[in-house]
């Protein structure tokens, strides 16, 4: 087999690949033995007759073709291998000669993993930043605690802010209510800035059984391009007021929120989490900095066919978003006053970060033998065996190969991920 390789871009190579009558023998023995199976002979079984019988039998335009097939199939990827090329996906094949049993030209097309000129990811000089709990976040958790244990009292008495109100509203726009604004039996705490400004400061000074209008204005940047800067109307009924006195923090309200004899135990212990909540994010930050570091610094071309993949992962995981709040993907675009090409610029950003941080990781995982064991992967499996064994359709795709492939990957890429925390923690 003789190959010539053609660089198209830095991540997309063409071999053209020549196969002499040594290179096709053995393609034309696969094809025979395959064809073989379905040739009918007088005095042998379907699929029993020996292969030098079955080729006098076999058409001559369909043994070449399958012996093309089959040189092909055996060479193609063999051509990027011996020339240390990885492709991402199947090359494409444009057929230049065929000469059956003499020689056969071919050019094999596919983008390849690129040439990845990494940093020095050993030394990135990037320093974690202690996140410390503050006297402040632990009154924060402890009021939070005391609200939920707060007695509410029905009042007959004009509202104020602290109070909860129970209301029916309808918001209208241009006369007519819009999705999202209509609720029954809605319990709001005044002073929560819950809803837009001006809803909760209108309802101040109202009494129960009051029905009244609120105009107001949603803010130009609301997150619904309808609604944006949009002159509604809220049809409010006013069905209850509750006047809230938080539970006093003392040693009893400990005794209610778990194993604690005393408020002192109950600090100690929201510090306790708290500390790890910090600790986490404080970890789960540095990890993203660490990856954005190495791809900045770094040079890694990323091939077309990765980033429309990453694109496509990306629409999938907000059209399943969507779907589950009863959208389609137009609607989503239309909520966040988005076009289909605007989303798409902005997203392909996103997926070429993605890219380059995934070639970034696989090349390190690789120069630095980072590898996880069967066992692992094995354990993990049983884990999601365990999660989703009421589910025969989950456990049937759990058994696919290109399960275990992708927990291997995913697996090997934390690995890698916590390497580069070790090696840049000095």
């Avoid at 069967?374 to 589910?391: C, G, I």
């Amino acid at each position: 087999m003789k190959t010539t390789v053609k660089k198209l871009s830095d991540t997309k190579i063409e071999i053209k690949i020549t196969l002499d009558a040594k290179d096709l023998a053995p393609a034309r023995e696969k094809a025979i033995e395959q064809l073989a199976k379905e040739v009918k002979v007088e005095g042998f079984r379907k699929g029993k007759v020996p292969a030098d019988v079955a080729e006098k039998f076999i058409p001559e335009n369909d043994l070449n073709e399958a012996a093309l097939d089959f040189a092909i199939r055996m060479t193609a990827l063999q051509a990027f291998t011996d020339n240390k090329l990885s492709p991402i996906a199947i090359p494409q094949i444009n057929l230049i000669k065929y000469v059956p049993g003499e020689t056969v030209e071919y050019t094999a097309t596919a983008d390849i993993l690129p040439e990845v000129k990494l940093c020095d990811y050993k030394n990135l000089k990037i320093k974690m930043e202690a996140a410390p709990v503050a006297n402040k976040d632990i009154d924060d958790v402890l009021n939070n605690i005391a609200k939920s244990y707060a007695d509410k009292k029905a009042v007959k008495r004009a509202a104020k802010e602290g109070d909860e109100v129970i209301i029916d509203f309808v918001g209208k726009k241009d006369g007519e209510a819009f999705k999202g604004g209509t609720a029954k039996d809605y319990h709001l705490p005044l002073g929560s800035h819950t809803f837009i400004p001006g809803f909760e400061e209108g309802i101040v000074g109202h009494e129960p059984g009051d029905k009244f209008d609120l105009k107001l204005t949603f803010p130009k940047d609301y997150g619904m391009k309808d609604l944006a800067g949009a002159k509604t109307v809220f049809e409010v009924l006013l069905k209850q007021v509750n006047e809230v006195e938080n539970a006093k923090l003392d040693d009893e309200l400990a005794k209610k929120c778990g194993p604690f004899k005393t408020l002192n135990e109950l600090k100690k212990d929201i510090k306790k989490n708290l500390e790890a909540q910090n600790e986490y994010r404080t970890e789960e930050k540095y990890k993203d900095e660490l990856i954005k570091a190495v791809v900045e610094k770094s040079k890694i071309p990323t091939p077309e066919i990765l980033i429309k993949d990453q694109l496509r992962f990306i629409e999938d995981d907000i059209t399943r978003n969507a779907a589950s709040h009863g959208l389609t993907f137009d609607d989503y675009l239309a909520e966040t006053g988005q076009t289909r090409e605007g989303w798409e610029k902005e997203a392909t950003k996103a997926a070429e970060a993605r890219v380059k941080a995934s070639l970034a990781l696989q090349i390190i995982a690789r120069d630095n033998k980072i590898t996880v064991k069967d066992e692992v992967v094995e354990a993990k499996l049983a884990e999601l065996r365990d999660v989703y064994k009421k589910s025969p359709e989950a456990l049937k795709n759990l058994k696919d190969p290109n399960v275990a492939a992708d927990i291997r990957n995913r697996l090997i890429i934390e690995e890698t991920i916590n390497f580069l925390v070790k090696a840049n923690k000095k």
